[in-house]
């Protein structure tokens, strides 16, 4: 794996949470955990993480579960997103490791047209957005918005915003009206990355189930 591929694997691997920024302002921003946890190599032979997003009074129901391949480019790092089937087996697992031995690759349904494209802004500060094409399509109230996703990354700081908007009028359809959510560090996870991280090849493995 090129040095900044690894570089940006240990930055993400963490727990954070934006306590601070709801104990400021809890009107308007909940308290939310957010959870990066590498996955064991032979998932995707290959590298890849779990990520949970869960409210701080009620850590074992998140409301947002995800499977991710990191594929390294020269230029840019891409977070791959898949879904699985039955996720409240895996609910907790960001903070509760073992429970990722329940990740298998043939259970999982790759996510087309969400995959997040990590950039290295200055060094040790990755920028993301969700691939281009608009064809991250997100339901809500019986109705299609595609996302549009921001996140910035680094050893101290997550930032990020989502927002879905309507396909055929390009109107803004749900999203955080008072800004980012802006998340602090509070654990990392960097050890879990683990030496087989250094020898990518281009030799994947199996892959999961791609799903339009």
Known sequence: MPNNALRFAKILAGHYSNSAQSQHDPVNFAHINIYFRPLPWGVFQGPGFYSEQSYGH??????????????????????????????IRLAGAGFTPDLLKLIHIKRLKQRCGCAMHFHETTPGCFSGLVEPGQKCLVPRDGRPTYLVSEVLVDHENWISRDQGFDPATDALQWGSEHGALRFKRIASYENEVTAEWRNLTNDQGDQPEHIG
């Open 58 to 87: 009620d850590p074992w129901r998140p409301y947002r579960q995800g499977v991710h391949r990191l594929i390294s480019t020269e230029k840019v790092q891409i977070v791959e997103n898949y879904g699985f089937d039955e996720p």
